[in-house]
């Protein structure tokens, strides 16, 4: 039985912010300090947020990643790593899949390519403002360096997961971020344009920190 993603959502709702709470919760045990829930608004405003763009609504890209640049700091003042925020996202699809195979029901793959489309912009939000966040708390190296550096690595993470695509945001903040270590470290020989466009999101960086502390 086909069954589109929005009515789904809408049915089990509970259900699946109570699965994404129990998954982060697990994480949370082998993670000393981290509190036992991440899911108190970030989850729940995601899927307020896909809900609207599986309406035919004005589409969510800004919305959802502002949200999630929220959220990626939160958890990170909670003590949880860049991976687990990475996670926190994938576990929404993991949950709606379950939930699902369980119901018998298949949801329309276009449906499907809208959830994976607002995954991918959370993810590379949370990510963006959870690395730009660790590295304004660093001393002793080059804070913007390391920026880049756990920006691509949870990018990297994000993408083996298989549920974001190369050419969506998660996949262009890892080309950002690869581009910036370059420059920065001298590994290649800058253009202009690419100097000009690593300077611009170094400034981001520096903009992220003040705004997470």
Not at 43 to 53: K, N, R, T
Not at 155 to 169: D, I, K, P
């Amino acid at each position: 039985m086909a069954n589109n993603l929005h009515a789904f959502i809408g049915t089990h709702y509970d259900e699946v912010i109570a699965r994404c709470t129990a998954k982060s919760a697990e994480r949370a045990r082998s993670t000393a300090g981290a509190a036992a829930s991440a899911t108190d608004y970030g989850i729940p405003l995601f899927l307020e947020q896909l809900l609207h763009e599986l309406s035919d609504g004005p589409s969510q890209t800004e919305a959802i990643a502002a949200g999630a640049r929220a959220h990626g700091v939160d958890l990170l003042r909670r003590g949880f790593t860049v991976s687990q925020v990475v996670h926190d996202y994938g576990d929404v699809c993991q949950a709606i899949t379950e939930l699902a195979v369980e119901s018998k029901v298949t949801i329309e793959s276009d449906d499907f390519r809208v959830l994976n489309g607002c995954l991918d912009d959370a993810i590379a939000g949370a990510v963006t403002a959870h690395a730009s966040a660790v590295a304004g708390t660093r001393h002793g190296e080059s804070p913007i360096l390391r920026a880049f550096l756990d920006a691509a690595i949870a990018a990297f993470e994000a993408l083996e997961t298989g549920r974001t695509g190369v050419g969506g945001s998660t996949g262009a903040l890892l080309g950002r971020s690869l581009e910036g270590i370059a420059n920065i470290s001298g590994a290649t020989s800058p253009t202009p344009r690419n100097a000009a466009r690593a300077s611009g999101w170094a400034d981001q960086w520096r903009t992220g920190w003040c705004a997470a502390r």
